[in-house]
């Protein structure tokens, strides 16, 4: 296998071998440079069914060769879903019409078996391709953004909350408080030895926070000692939990369940084993649940 320096010292070479035969009929290319080119190509197709196919997948927790999204279980993250869909079938249309002519290039254009060949340079450029391809990812690049933006503007308007939690991040752990309860606890990732069956290694947690469906959250995250980041894919978040500072985020989850997450932001030694766990509940069952941790509180 080449060094990286060496792969892409090889790109770069075909690249531009290919882009002087476009203005350049009688330069030499050779079919060398046919195979970095098939080779990004074939990881680019395999990424993006890899992608879309991982979001069928039922999966509120990492799975094994997973390459796309947890299944959505919010609003917000069903949004992103489709944005990331929405972009990666642009991408790949994108490099579809670029490795064809890239591809036809190579074979259009390649020295044949005694044929004669010379330089060409009295054509150095062409506007009419250099504005198409100036303006033609302008467009594309802002149609993206323009509809990502509307993402970003509905995850930042908050709506008013039925329930607030606060995530405190401490080395190596959580600590929630439910401020209207009076709920206050701890939570710690469970070691190996204390894991029931159907339990997530490295996942679990002694306690989980608890939600009701469908009503709105409203999560303020902050941190005790360094930065930490509270963050559920299933759900959409991923929030900084900063000393000194609330940050706030909202979701609503749509069935009940249970979702897990991870410490998402370098906090020393020990960050890989500060996990995070929400579980969804029916109304009823969260109230018993906020009854029975009063008691204990």
């Known amino acids: 296998m080449l060094p990286a320096s060496a792969a892409v010292a090889s790109w770069n070479k075909s690249l531009a071998i290919s882009t002087v035969a476009m203005y350049h009929p009688t330069v030499y290319v050779g079919f060398h440079c046919v195979f ?37 279980a919010t609003e917000i993250m069903e949004l992103v879903a489709k944005s990331h869909d929405y972009v990666m079938l642009v991408m790949s249309a994108v490099a579809a019409v670029v490795f064809s002519v890239m591809l036809y290039t190579l074979v259009r254009f390649r020295r044949r078996k005694g044929e004669q060949v010379e330089f060409n340079n009295k054509n150095s450029h062409n506007v009419a391709l250099e504005v198409m391809w100036t303006l033609v990812p302008l467009v594309i690049v802002g149609f993206l953004t323009i509809s990502n933006v509307k993402l970003i503007k509905k995850e930042q308007q908050i709506p008013k909350a039925d ?21 206050r606890f701890d939570s710690y990732m469970k070691p190996d030895s204390e894991l029931e069956s159907g339990e997530l290694r490295l996942l679990e947690v002694d306690n989980r926070m608890v939600v009701p469906v469908g009503e709105v959250v409203l999560l303020q995250s902050t941190a005790g000692d360094v930065i930490h980041s509270w963050a559920v894919p299933a759900l959409g978040i991923k929030v900084d939990a900063v000393p000194g500072r609330l940050n706030e985020v909202w979701f609503s ?45």
């Open 163 to 183: 329930i607030v939690i606060k995530a405190i991040g401490y080395q190596w752990y959580w600590t929630y408080v439910y401020p209207e309860s009076g709920v």
């Open 253 to 297: 989850v749509k069935k009940p369940g249970v979702y897990y997450g991870q410490c998402s932001e370098l906090c020393g030694r020990l960050h890989g084993f500060m996990p995070i766990v929400v579980e969804a509940v029916t109304r009823d069952k969260f109230d018993a649940w906020v009854a029975q941790h009063k008691e204990s509180s």
């Open 36 to 72: 970095p080119m098939l080779y990004a190509l074939f990881v680019g197709v395999l990424f993006v069914c890899g992608s879309l196919w991982g979001l069928g997948a039922d999966a509120s927790a990492p799975r094994p060769w997973q390459l796309g999204f947890q299944e959505p």
